[in-house]
């Protein structure tokens, strides 16, 4: 396949050059910044690129920035992005949208050759190479950005059982257990699901409102 690589390390461009000359694909750029990229991936129109999260002159997101703009841009091309390590938001935002031809590496990945160049023909074949590392760490952001997912099943059951109309004794009946258990996992609800202690307002009404938004 045609690659252009985008790092401002010289030494990691060389060493990824070298290793996709060596499995028989052709680097027809490699560059250091995010422009150099964009006009590259005009002039070549490769079938992959391989871009660093962030480059100059910040070194924040430019080669995010510059990822989105292809998969804009240039559908056609896959996109690979690598990071120094799991960077949630930059993540997210690149995952937003279509995933196909799409990769997101940690650069440790790219020492484990197989596996690095297998990401990388998977991406040219249209398909999605994922870190496991960035993988957990997005699970682990969808999870805490839903307050529900931390609701144990039975406190879960609860807030369904007080979405019906139920109060806190037809809910014991109805599950079996004493009316402490019941206030017990109500209160426990109400503390997961970061309601405010506000004498303004229904703690149990607002815990409907989040069950049912959900």
Same mark, same amino acid.
Do not use: C, W
């Given at each position: 396949?045609?690659?252009i690589?985008?790092?401002?390390?010289?030494?990691? &461009? /060389?060493?990824?050059?070298?290793?996709?000359?060596?499995?028989? !694909?052709?680097?027809?750029?490699?560059?250091?910044?995010?422009?150099?990229?964009?006009?590259a991936?005009?002039?070549?129109r490769?079938?992959?690129?391989?871009?660093?999260? +962030?480059?100059?002159p910040?070194?924040?997101?430019?080669?995010? &920035?510059?990822?989105?703009?292809?998969?804009? +841009? !240039?559908?056609?091309?896959?996109?690979?992005?690598?990071?120094?390590?799991?960077?949630? *938001?930059?993540?997210?935002?690149?995952?937003?949208?279509a995933? /196909?031809?799409?990769?997101?590496?940690?650069?440790? &990945?790219?020492? /484990?050759?197989?596996?690095?160049?297998?990401?990388?023909? &998977?991406? *040219?074949?249209?398909?999605?190479?994922?870190?496991?590392e960035? %993988?957990?760490?997005?699970?682990? +952001?969808?999870?805490?950005?839903?307050?529900l997912?931390?609701l144990?099943?039975?406190?879960s /059951?609860?807030?369904?059982h007080?979405?019906?109309?139920?109060?806190?004794?037809?809910?014991?009946e109805r599950? *079996?257990?004493?009316?402490?258990?019941?206030?017990? *996992?109500?209160?426990? %609800?109400?503390?997961?699901?970061?309601?405010?202690?506000?004498?303004?307002?229904?703690r +149990?009404?607002?815990?409907?409102?989040?069950?049912?938004?959900?």
């Open positions: 396949m045609r690659v690589l985008a790092d401002d390390s010289v030494l990691l &461009r /060389e060493g990824l050059t070298r290793l996709l000359d060596e499995a028989g !694909h052709e680097v027809v750029a490699a560059v250091a910044d995010a422009p150099a990229l964009l006009d991936v005009a002039r070549h490769p079938d992959v690129a391989v871009v660093d999260v +962030r480059m100059p910040t070194h924040r997101d430019e080669g995010l &920035r510059a990822a989105l703009e292809i998969r804009e +841009r !240039h559908p056609g091309v896959g996109v690979l992005v690598l990071s120094q390590y799991v960077e949630q *938001h930059y993540a997210a935002r690149l995952l937003a949208g995933a /196909e031809g799409l990769g997101y590496l940690l650069k440790d &990945r790219v020492s /484990e050759v197989a596996e690095f160049l297998g990401s990388l023909e &998977r991406v *040219h074949a249209g398909g999605t190479a994922l870190d496991p960035v %993988v957990r760490s997005l699970m682990a +952001r969808a999870a805490h950005a839903d307050p997912s931390r144990s099943p039975r406190e /059951e609860v807030l369904r007080l979405a019906q109309g139920l109060t806190n004794a037809a809910v014991a599950l *079996h257990v004493s009316l402490s258990t019941v206030e017990k *996992h109500v209160n426990a %609800v109400m503390d997961k699901l970061d309601l405010p202690r506000d004498p303004g307002y229904s +149990r009404v607002l815990a409907v409102l989040r069950y049912l938004g959900g």
